[in-house]
């Protein structure tokens, strides 16, 4: 599978982006997937994780109640929809897809297949 991540941009603080990625191949279905993103002079640090039904997700604490990762499976696509976005969110996102366990869910050791990235500015 390969990723294709899209939809970032500059965004004024308190505004929303909804990020996608799209992924080629027909075992979309198979993988857990992940958004990671990493700020300016920063590491990359985790953002949300979806099971591959769907049917757990996990976001950070950083945004948590401000950010929602979902998955189309019939688009073999993944989404982070990003609301009350701040300065801090500014970096470059990216997709990653994988089999993590519960414990690797969060981490990028989960995730063997990454997309380039999308880059999200928020400016206050």
């Known amino acids: 599978v390969q990723l294709q991540a899209s939809g970032g941009g500059l965004v004024q603080a308190g505004g929303s982006l909804r990020l996608s990625c799209a992924a080629s191949?027909?075992?979309?279905?198979?993988?857990?997937m992940g958004w990671f993103r990493q700020p300016p002079g920063k590491e990359r640090e985790f953002v949300a994780a979806i099971r591959p039904s769907g049917g757990m997700t996990r976001h950070s604490d950083s945004v948590k109640g401000r950010f929602t990762i979902s998955r189309d499976s019939a688009k073999n696509t993944v989404y982070l929809q990003m609301n009350s976005l701040k300065p801090e969110d500014t970096a470059v996102y990216f997709c990653?897809?994988?089999?993590?366990?519960?414990?690797?869910?969060?981490?990028?050791?989960?995730?063997?297949?990454w997309g380039r990235g999308t880059l999200v500015t928020v400016s206050s």
């Open positions: 191949g027909n075992t979309f279905g198979n993988y857990g």
């Open positions: 990653a897809a994988g089999r993590p366990i519960l414990t690797t869910m969060a981490s990028a050791v989960g995730y063997k297949i």
